[in-house]
């Protein structure tokens, strides 16, 4: 749906800020000038394992590499689950500073920040010998360029945020790991009262530019979700609103930044409820995945409400409630008891469940 291409789209409106900050750095210590960041947002979203993983160093049994957690096409194909999948053709093309905007995909569960589809924008820069401070080598090891690269890093990303939230907002940095950078750290900010993930960042692996041809060069990445940035921004409370076609919602924003969202009526919530026994290596983003198949954006959300396991027969019994609203009109109990038949149909037919 390119929802990241419609103008006065709230995604849009934050890939521009960022884009915006990226354009607007201030010169790096030293004064040393910064390169310009050139923007790719139009790659299709259907990238290989090995882009997606395998040159990435994720390691044979990383989570996301399982069907479970990811949309595969087939074998050797899938729906990129980060932005970082165009890393390195980016970089065996030559680029040495650049954006990706793009629509990322994951199996997950259903609340009112996750949605299957979410946008993410990836920033990489790599630094040539005479773009280190004088004395500096360039070498991926070297304790003093390694730091000089994740403050530089630093330095960018906080004028993102202060572009993006004000620079006054309080920021947490933290070490976490990822296999593609090293060192690797999270930002989290404090905004409306709370602590968000904002995103993960770090040094380029040192073994990902040696396999792009840059082995004699170091840089640095970082990954940040749009819809988190938007709904904090602009006070959106859920994440389907991105993709609903309602005025009420579209005509409050007119590409600023500082649109305050005003929700419009919200409509009474159905819970239904749908209990069944659960084979061995069913996983629950299965059960997740079929319910929003079945009933799309009319579902808020799915909660594990009960479990137990037989005590004679050891079988293994789950129970799902899952909350039905819609973000344009009140569902009548008739449509909700429909959508709720066909969920229970799908569960069995298509996953194999046997129902309670
Ligand atoms: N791809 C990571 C994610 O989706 C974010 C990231 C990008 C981390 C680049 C480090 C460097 O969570």
Redesign the pocket.
Known sequence: MDLHHRPSHPLTTIKAGIADAFASLPAGEGGIARPKFKLFDDESPIVTVKQNFDDLLAPPDHVMRQPSDTFYVDEERLLRC?T?AHQTEKLREGNTAFLVAADCYRRDEIDATHYPVFH?V?GLRVFGPDELPPGLPCDATHPETRDFVCRDLRACLDHMVDGLFGADVERKWSDDY?P??DP?FELEIQYNGKWLELL???MVHRDIMTNCGLGDRVGW???IGLERVAMARFGIPDIRLFWTDDERFHKQFDGSMDTRFESYSKYPPCNKDVAFWTPPGLHANDVYETIRETAGDLVESVELIDEFTHPKTGRHSTCYRVCYRSMDRSLTNAEVDLLQEQVRDRLSNFLGVELR
Do not use: P, R, V
């Open positions: 980060h970082s993410q990836e990822f593609f950078t690797s993960g960042c770090g990445a970082f990954g």
